[in-house]
């Protein structure tokens, strides 16, 4: 779900096939495979690109061991981005094991894109695993000017990996540490002095390679006029074919003199004029192109005959450098480039912005679109860039590539994208992605009044931007709580929203459904999360699809299935990957979606699995709501494991402390008083709960889903309290409506609350119906956490139930295991649903769980019993009252909740305590 890379910058450069071989170099550059980094620095036209293409083809000398890989990426001014640079360098590394850099490529496809140095750390410890030598050569790196980039590529040499070697190819130093890299040799040097021909190699090249045999005082003086520099000796060779006779060869290079630009300008001048019109104009509308091919240029200069121009050019040897084997792109060697780029500008100015708008139109047509806008912008055709930005946003944010969104608005002032409707949605977008709902709620008010001054140009007629505003409104208005207000919104959209515009139908659909969800309509909001599931399906919006099936997900566990909620959440997470089947940062989503599942299970390491990664790509990616969400479920399961998870939970609240959102805050200190309760720090949570009752007392109890987790928490602080009856009225107004709602899941985490409130007020026969009442509903669905959350007090209620021999009691005994010390799962694959389930045994420590132990009388009691003794047998035995003997045996009955003394001394050896 990344935009298209060009893959010809990761091609090594084809050799000529006439060379002059520099075996001398060739032998330096093998030297130094044992330190970090090579540099080759020289100016332009040293022929450094040549050498390192040539050194890598030694593996054709079998100078190579099946053990050493290269990858190569050449690069341009665009690359000077932190986020493209890295995207390109991931690039080059997957052309040697796909596997490479992947995690770094999920990570750049964000909103807002995580720190340099944190990408490369991952491509570190991968290129660390490895077992062979990798070479990496970056070609043309005098173009990256970008500071960031800089510290990011110090950072990698300061950590690679032994095995690990990087190849600089520049015109001039980098600022990288070299001083430092020198003193500790761990760089190896190729300057000019060493690129330049000697004069041997000077005459090897003009005879080898260009035909051109002149007496050894020519090539001496032409050796010592250029300084042994590559280019210039080709550039005079260009002028050497066409001249005869000694006489005009001296003079030639008597002439042949000055420093390199003088140089540069008469043999350009002396080729570009000895070529025919038609080449010269060739070669100078074509230059604006960074690589070109026969289409491209044939759009560009409205020829038919580029590819047979082509052809002629390089045939004629004029700096075309062919960038795949094929021989379908080329470039201009560099040093040539810029000439004709100067030339151009010089002569025909007035035609720039008409070149750069037909590559665009090119571009455009081959969905090339980064492409296509940096060509529009060097048109200066602001409107055409925007118009591209309009054009592509949908596609582009279909397929979850918010980076790329990110990137097209930094090319405009701030200024112009609040002018303009779409750019401004979609920096509203991508403010409300990273998780930045206060700035976005401003903004969104800000541009508004503009663009409904600009859609009142057609009131009557359904406007796009009149639809977005109102989607975006809805969900600020789930951020405040108000669901009402959120439907009103989405209902407005759908009417504003046109039909064409199916992804935004597809974000309708979905934010429709949370808020009739949270305004506990649970069917509409299902049947909405379909309709944006489908119409992502028929589109191709994966990120639609994503979104719908996580939605419905969630859906799913709210209504009891947890079941169905993980197969959809593993759906949605088949959906949220790249065209190299990477996960994209998105991808957090269903991970956390499923962390919650299998934390419900008791499944705590897989849990601890989906959510670490949810985390790292949240936190990498700038995704701050899958941070939050992630953080306060992985609390959730450190605190099943007994372990602090303040830590976590602190992570969320320090994010959402940046948000200006006080309904987020008050859940995040709901669920830190949650973890204070569970490690038994009543005062505490006390305080939490006394604030929150302060607020709000009980005007939003039963009103809608959103406040349950906070007053089910009420309950449970009251209950700890030893304020039974309060916490009991207050579960009795949560039940009915989520009754009535069928949220299946928080019914039985409201049943459970009501057992140990029954429980706490003496009410035994109430706890354990009441309790029998949540076993049965969560049986199906195998619910472990819901109960074992609660700690003893309920594992007390629970091995009541399991003792009463009901449909259930196999189900409550095989929960007490979760109570365990160390929280053992109760499996370790999903649980098969209950008829294929075998009746588990009751535990051999049931015993622990009896509300109350037998004394060492009753124990005593119960042993005569078993030896056959009876009551009067007994009194004697122990020379007390048979009265006495008949109360030790009630209350030994109603201890071991049996009716009789035989079933008494059964159950006592059923459990061991005879």
């Known amino acids: 779900m990344s935009a298209p890379i060009l893959t010809t910058k990761l091609f090594v450069p084809v050799l000529p096939d006439q060379r002059t071989p520099r075996q001398r170099l060739i032998e330096r550059l093998d030297a130094g495979l044992n330190r970090k980094l090579t540099l080759v620095s020289a100016p332009a036209g040293f022929g450094k690109t040549t050498l390192l293409a040539e050194w890598i083809a030694g593996v054709d000398d079998r100078r190579w061991t099946s053990d050493d890989s290269f990858a190569w990426l050449s690069l341009d001014r665009q690359d000077d981005d932190p ?25 750049l496809q964000s909103t807002q894109s995580p720190a340099p140095q944190v990408v490369l750390g991952t491509v570190i410890n991968e290129l660390a695993q490895r077992s062979d030598r990798l070479i990496l050569a970056l070609d043309d790196y005098h173009l990256i000017e970008n500071p960031i980039i800089h510290e990011a590529l110090a950072y990698l040499l300061d950590h690679q990996p032994p095995q690990f070697h990087l190849v600089i190819a520049s015109r001039a130093d980098p600022p990288l540490p070299l001083a430092r890299l020198r003193v500790r040799q761990q760089m190896n040097e190729i300057r000019a002095a060493d690129l330049r021909f000697t004069t041997a190699e000077a005459a090897a090249f003009l005879r080898q390679v260009w035909h051109v045999d002149l007496a050894p005082n020519h090539v001496a003086a032409l050796e010592a006029r250029t300084e042994g520099w590559i280019a210039g000796l080709q550039l005079a060779a260009l002028s050497l074919e066409r001249l005869q006779g000694e006489q005009e060869i001296s003079e030639f290079v008597e002439a042949f003199a000055g420093s390199h630009r003088y140089v540069l300008d008469y043999l350009a001048d002396e080729v570009l004029q000895q070529q025919p019109p038609d080449v010269q104009t060739f070669l100078l509308h074509s230059s604006i192109l960074e690589r070109l091919c026969a289409g491209l240029c044939g759009a560009v200069l409205a020829t038919p005959a580029a590819q047979t121009m082509l052809e002629r050019i390089e045939a004629a040897n004029l700096f075309l450098v062919p960038l795949d084997g094929r021989r379908e792109w080329f470039r201009y060697h560099h040093l040539f480039a810029d000439l004709l780029r100067h030339r151009l ?22 969905q090339l679109i980064d492409e296509a806008i940096t060509h529009a912008l060097a048109a200066g055709d602001t409107d055409r860039l925007i118009g591209l930005i309009e054009q592509a946003r949908w596609q582009v944010h279909g397929r979850g590539d918010l980076a790329t969104l990110r990137r097209w608005l930094d090319l405009l002032p701030p200024e112009q994208v609040e002018a303009n409707g779409s750019l401004a949605m979609i920096q509203v977008w991508l403010l409300l992605y990273g998780g930045k709902m206060a700035e976005a709620e401003a903004y969104l008010d800000r541009v508004t009044p503009i663009l409904n001054e600009t859609a009142q140009a057609e009131p ?101 299935g947890l079941r169905q909620a993980e197969s959809l959440q593993l759906k949605a997470l088949a959906q949220a ?157 949560l039940l009915q409506p989520a009754e009535d709602a069928g949220r299946k899941g928080r019914v039985i985490e409201i049943l459970t609350l009501q057992a140990l409130a029954w429980q706490a007020a003496g009410e035994s026969d109430e706890a354990l119906e009441t309790l029998s009442r949540a076993l049965t509903l969560a049986q199906p669905q195998q619910y472990v956490r819901t ?98 003997v008949k109360k030790h045996m009630e209350n030994i009955h109603g201890k071991l909740y049996v009716n009789n003394r035989t079933q008494a001394v059964a159950r006592a050896r059923e459990l061991g305590i005879l």
């Open 460 to 560: 009557d007629q359904p406007h796009a931007w009149r639809g977005e505003i109102a989607v975006l409104q809805a969900q600020i208005a789930i951020n405040h709580g108000d669901h009402e207000r959120a439907i009103a919104h989405c209902l407005r959209a759908q009417a504003e929203v046109p039909a064409g515009n199916l992804v935004i139908r597809a974000i309708l659909e979905n934010m429709l459904g949370k808020s009739y969800r949270m305004n506990g309509d649970l069917a509409a909001a299902g049947q909405a999360y379909a309709t944006a599931t489908d119409i992502g399906a028929r589109t191709g919006n994966q990120l639609a699809v994503m979104s719908g099936l996580c939605n419905q997900a969630a859906l799913c566990e709210v209504l009891g």
């Open 787 to 884: 109960f074992a959350d609660e700690g003893r007090p309920l594992g007390e209620l629970l091995a009541r139930v399991a003792l009463m021999e009901t449909e259930v009691s196999d189900y409550a005994a095989q929960l007490l295991t979760a109570f365990d010390a160390g929280e053992t799962a109760l499996a370790t694959a999903p649980p098969l649903p209950p008829a294929e389930k075998a009746a588990a045994p009751v535990p051999a420590d049931l015993a622990q769980w009896l509300a109350e132990p037998l004394s060492e009388r009753e124990l005593e009691v119960l042993g005569l019993v078993a030896q056959g003794l009876t009551n009067r047998e007994v009194s004697q035995r122990l020379v007390v009252s048979i009265a006495t």
């Open 345 to 366: 500008k010089q002569t025909q100015p007035d035609l720039l912005p008409t070149l750069h708008q037909r590559a665009s139109r090119w571009y455009e047509e081959h």
């Open 83 to 107: 986020t493209l640079f890295l995207t390109y360098l991931a690039a080059a590394l997957q052309t040697v094991d796909e596997e490479l850099g992947e995690t770094a490529l999920s990570l």
């Open 577 to 733: 990957r790249d065209r190299r089947g990477r996960p994209i940062p998105l991808a957090g989503v269903p991970l956390v979606g499923l962390g919650k599942v299998y934390r419900e299970w008791n499944r705590l390491d897989e849990a601890t699995q989906q959510l670490e990664e949810a985390l790292h790509l949240g936190r990498r990616s700038g995704l701050e709501g899958i941070v939050v969400d992630g953080a306060i479920t992985l609390a959730l399961v450190q605190m099943a494991q007994g372990a602090d998870a303040h830590a976590t939970l602190g992570e969320a609240q320090e994010i959402v402390a940046n948000w200006q959102e006080p309904l987020m805050e008050l859940r995040l200190a709901a669920f830190a008083a949650r973890l204070w309760l569970a490690q038994g720090d009543l005062e505490k949570a006390a305080v939490w709960a006394d604030d929150f009752w302060r607020e709000y007392g009980d005007q939003q109890a039963g009103q809608s889903e959103h406040f349950e987790i906070e007053y089910t928490l009420l309950a449970r602080i009251w209950l700890a309290q030893g304020r039974a009856g309060e916490a009991r009225l207050l579960l009795d107004r």
